[in-house]
């Protein structure tokens, strides 16, 4: 198979997933980024701590739209999975942006 058969492949995939997988897609890159801009995470590629955090509280405000979107379609373990990184987000980035 060429690169661009395998490229499209992996486009199709990509379409066929439903809403819910994409939300926690979402909320995953979300919160990757959100460690990275509260100052706890390196940035990727550098040695580098980037923090903003106006970016952050962007990220976790987003995060918690999306967690409430999706409540309804998840067990309640995933719900308290997410719901305690929301507080470990928002602890953190209370605790670094007083710093």
Partial sequence: MNEN???T????DLTELDIAI?????INL??????????LRIKPGTDEIE?????AKQSIDCI?????????????DEKGKLR????DLQINFVNQFKS
């Fill in 22 to 26: 994409l939300l926690r897609l979402f």
């Fill in 9 to 12: 492949s992996r486009s199709m």
């Fill in 84 to 87: 305690s990184l929301i507080t």
């Fill in 51 to 55: 923090k903003d955090f106006e970016k």
């Fill in 30 to 39: 979300l919160s990757t980024k959100a460690w990275q801009y509260i100052g």
């Fill in 5 to 7: 058969n395998e490229e």
């Fill in 64 to 76: 918690v739209f999306l967690v409430e979107k999706l409540e309804d379609q998840i067990s309640d």
